[in-house]
């Protein structure tokens, strides 16, 4: 059986991201792919970036992949945008828009936010047949057919749900959890490119991390108004917007 460990929404948060890291090689797992927002918010999203391409052997595109490379008079954004430089910009806003294979003979879809745009926000206390719409493909998917299980990052929010026989699953962010305060990622589990019915796992993880090295690192970086990222890492509580 394949074991895929899927990590989202790290931004710039590098002691998250590296005992997540480090937890994933511990549980023997070599395959990981990242849903997407590798930067933004936290300070350190040039590495962030560079230990996804370096670990990851799939990425699709997030919200701030996909705006933090366009022109901006925003004192926040261009300090995030210098720290990145332009090639790991280019990157970013070239990634793939979502993940599909099978596996276990379930028809798997992965993104960041929707099938249709990478800033709709869907929750998992949003109604059913909003939620339904997740299962759905669209002319930005690989492939247009209705998903039998479904993967997103984009509200930092680890969740799984059951909807008329399909599966819906959050994996939680990595580096800016607004639950709880530790990095959260997902395992999956089955037989890969198995049309055939078979065993399939869907595993959350919580990892336990440095936070006020990430407060610290926030600080000592001089970023811009660094209080409500620093008060989302220290509380796991919302503060502003994602």
């Not at 560079?50 to 008079?73: A, E, P, Y």
């Not at 099938?115 to 869907?122: A, D, K, L, N, Q």
């Not at 909003?130 to 759905?136: D, I």
């Amino acid at each position: 059986m394949t074991r895929i460990a899927l990590i989202s929404d790290i931004h710039g948060n590098i002691p998250a991201l590296r005992a997540v890291l480090e937890d994933i090689k511990r549980r023997g797992v070599d395959t990981i792919y990242c849903l997407g927002d590798l930067a933004g918010k936290g300070p350190d999203g040039h590495v962030a970036v560079d230990l996804v391409r370096t670990h990851c052997q799939q990425v699709v595109r997030g919200n701030w992949d996909d705006f933090i490379g366009k022109d901006t008079t925003d004192t926040a954004l261009r300090w995030q945008q210098q720290r990145l430089g332009g090639e790991r910009l280019q990157y970013l806003g070239n990634l793939p828009y979502t993940i599909e294979f099978v596996m276990s003979g379930k028809r798997i879809r992965l993104f960041h936010a929707s099938p249709r745009s990478v800033y709709e926000r869907i929750q998992p206390w949003d109604e059913k047949e909003k939620q339904a719409t997740l299962f759905h493909g669209s002319a930005l998917c690989a492939s247009e057919y209705v998903a039998d299980v479904v993967g997103y990052g984009d509200i930092h929010n680890a969740y799984i749900q059951h909807l008329d026989g399909k599966t819906l699953f959050n994996t939680g962010s990595v580096g800016n959890p607004l639950e709880l305060p530790e990095a959260s990622y997902v395992i999956l589990e089955g037989y890969y490119e198995s049309k055939e019915p078979g065993p399939f796992t869907i595993q959350f993880i919580r990892v336990p991390y440095d936070n006020e090295q990430a407060v610290q690192d926030a600080i000592q970086s001089g970023m811009p108004y660094p209080d409500t990222y620093v008060l989302e890492i220290r509380t796991g509580k919302y503060q502003g917007k994602k």
